[in-house]
């Protein structure tokens, strides 16, 4: 006998073989997929009124359908948990958090103290840069500018006392940078702002130093955040600015005051700038001679000599910026 016309033949080039199996297995499975659409939106009754429910308008259900559908609400009640104000609260994992160690690895007495001592000096750079301005405050531009010099010694013996003694640790790297900015981010700004009272307007002094202020944090940030590179600075570096604002009002370079304060804007971009500056352990490995030049010319004219080797070394980015450009 035919079959009807509306059955479905199986066939074993048919993609759906058995059609209304086929059918029924998609009609059962989209039926999770209603209830984790619908959700449980509330109760009734002191009963939950899950997804299914919502289908349903009368909310009587036979016992072939609880049969049926039951097994899918504790399924959605795992996949999506409903709020602490509609029904369970999900547990909430109460346990203290872990402190992280100052100093990681051995925490001996011995590590403990050398810890203490390089962290020492950073707070040493910190209250020297406190100290100048305060001097500059009062009027005495170069004692608070021979302070600088100094914080920029203890800048540079930190990170080598924490190399050297092997306590080098997130935390120093922390609290150099904020150190380095109240020191060359502030203390030299304001140092330099006073040095310059009298001499320009007063807004293009303060505008001068407020760049030095914001391209030292900007610079600062985005060391602390970028890949370390052992041979160059991605921009001056923020001791080397501050070491040359504090020399430049020490030897009280003979400068107008207009000139200063382009030189001051200059420096402060040449710090948020992306030009390749040498570090100073790879200009000590220069030849010799090299190092005779400037000793004699200080020796002759110190203030020259030392705007001549600041305009060498700022120049001396750019041209190394070209030239890896060409050679890439």
Not at 254 to 267: F, I, K, R, T
Request: with cysteine; net charge positive; aromatic share 8%.
């Amino acid at each position: 006998m035919p079959r009807a016309p509306w059955r479905r033949r199986r066939t074993t080039d048919s993609p759906r073989p058995a059609g209304r199996r086929w059918a029924g297995r998609l009609r059962r499975s989209s039926t999770f997929a209603r209830q984790v659409l619908l959700v449980r939106v509330g109760r009734r009754d002191g009963a939950a009124v899950t997804g299914t429910d919502l289908v349903t308008p009368d909310h009587r259900w036979s016992d072939r359908q609880r049969r049926r559908y039951g097994r899918y609400d504790a399924e959605v009640e795992a996949v999506m948990p409903v709020s602490p104000a509609l029904g369970p609260a999900a547990p909430v994992d109460e346990s203290p958090a872990m402190s992280i160690p100052l100093l990681p690895g051995e925490r001996t007495a011995a590590r403990r103290a050398k810890f203490a001592l390089v962290n020492a000096c950073t707070l040493s750079s910190l209250m020297l840069g406190m100290l100048a301005i305060f001097l500059a405050m009062q009027g005495e531009v170069r004692v608070a500018a021979l302070c600088l010099i100094a914080c920029v010694a203890f800048d540079g013996l930190d990170g080598a006392l924490a190399r050297k003694l092997n306590v080098a640790s997130p935390f120093g790297a922390q609290m150099d940078s904020l150190a380095d900015m109240c020191s060359f981010g502030l203390a030299a700004p304001v140092v330099v702002y006073a040095s310059l009272a009298g001499s320009v307007p007063p807004a293009a002094a303060a505008v001068a130093c407020a760049l030095v202020a914001a391209c030292a944090a900007i610079r600062l940030a985005r060391f602390n955040v970028s890949p370390k590179d052992g041979r160059f600075f991605c921009g001056v570096p923020t001791t080397m600015a501050a070491a040359v604002l504090a020399l430049t009002v020490a030897i009280g370079l003979p400068v107008s005051g207009l000139v200063m304060v382009a030189g001051v804007a200059l420096l402060a971009f040449a710090m948020v700038s992306s030009f390749p500056y040498a570090k100073l352990a790879r200009l000590v490995k220069l030849p010799p001679w090299l190092w005779l030049a400037p000793v004699v010319g200080a020796l002759v004219d110190i203030r020259l000599t030392f705007a001549l080797v600041v305009v060498g070394y700022l120049v001396s980015g750019p041209l190394l910026w070209l030239h890896q450009r060409r050679t890439a």
